[in-house]
Structures are given as structure tokens and as C-alpha cells.
């Protein structure tokens, strides 16, 4: 059995915890939906359903790292992040996905994970790393600039159905 961190630390993610993580990522798909771009986010972004083959990917794949945050005892969040080849040859890495349930913010949870994927992009001598932020989603945008990222893609959309306006 692994040892277990202390409050509000991060470390690499379990198998047998792999359903415990599809069921925070759940929890964070429905989040998104209530911020602007999380419709949108879910539809064509989040890793698709079954999530725990996606999850058990991840913890196979040497390219990719899955973390959990704990807080008393429990994981109360998670972390995922790739690596992402670029055109000129090098890599960064990509936070596909940070969550932290409510009770288990604004105590350090959340950087530790943070922390720990920006410990492995280093690991794997990455040039930079980047994450998702919704739109509408003040708090992770502050979140992340905590770490001085900036934002450097906005993803411009709009609906065609009949019942958009032009």
C-alpha cells in the first residue's frame, strides 16, 4: 500500500482509484455547465465517456500524468496533463483538466496539484505548460495566474441552429 500525503498535497494518481476520479470528473463536467464556454466545453472538449478507460490510459501512458489531491484523508481533486508535440519539434505539456470539489478549495489543494504536473512536465524536460480555462470561469482564470500563465488563445464561437440570432 503507498503511503498517503498530508492534507492538501498531491500525488500520482492509483489504479484503484480510477472510479473515485470518473466520479470527480463527473462532478466537474457538470460544473462547467454552469459557466459560459462549458457547454460547448463538455461537447467537444472533456475527455469522453467511458471515463475510466481514459483514466486507466493515463496512468499506463508515460506521455500523459494523472494526480489527486487530498484533504482529510480523501481525494478531494485531480489533475491530468500530456504531452503535446509542437510544430517546431519540442513539447509542452497540457492540463487537460484540474478539479477540485468546493469543500476541498481554498486550502491548498489545487496548487499542490498544479505543482505536481508542472514537477512532472519538468521531469520530462518540456518546454512550457498551458491549461483550459472556460471563459466564464473567473476563479480558475485567477487560478492559473497565480502561476503567471497568461492567456494566449481565445476560442471564438457561436451556435447556427434557427433559434441564434445572426
Given amino acids: 500500500m503507498s503511503e498517503r500525503p498530508e492534507d492538501g498535497a498531491a500525488r500520482p494518481a492509483l489504479p484503484d482509484e480510477i472510479g473515485l476520479i470518473a466520479g470527480l470528473a463527473r462532478e466537474a463536467r457538470s460544473e462547467a455547465l454552469e459557466y459560459r464556454g462549458g457547454e460547448r466545453w463538455v461537447a467537444t472538449e472533456a475527455a469522453p465517456e467511458p471515463l475510466e478507460d481514459r483514466l486507466a490510459q493515463m496512468i499506463a501512458d508515460p506521455e500523459s ?4 489531491g487530498i484533504w482529510d484523508g480523501a481525494v478531494v481533486g485531480y489533475g ?11 513539447a509542452i505539456a ?7 470539489t468546493p469543500n476541498g478549495r ?5 496548487e499542490s496539484l498544479f505543482e505536481s ?5 519538468r521531469g520530462q524536460e ?3 505548460i498551458d491549461a483550459f480555462v472556460l471563459p466564464g470561469h473567473r476563479e480558475a482564470k485567477n487560478f492559473f495566474e497565480t502561476f503567471k500563465m497568461t492567456a494566449h488563445a ?6 447556427l441552429d434557427k433559434d441564434q440570432a445572426p
Fill in 65 to 68: 500524468e494523472l494526480v489527486v
Fill in 154 to 159: 481565445l476560442i471564438m464561437h457561436t451556435r
Fill in 106 to 110: 481554498s486550502v491548498g489543494v489545487g
Fill in 80 to 90: 491530468w496533463a500530456r504531452r503535446i508535440a509542437r510544430l517546431d519539434g519540442s
Fill in 126 to 128: 518540456l518546454a512550457a
Fill in 117 to 121: 504536473l508542472m514537477q512532472w512536465a
Fill in 94 to 100: 497540457r492540463i487537460e483538466e484540474l478539479f477540485v
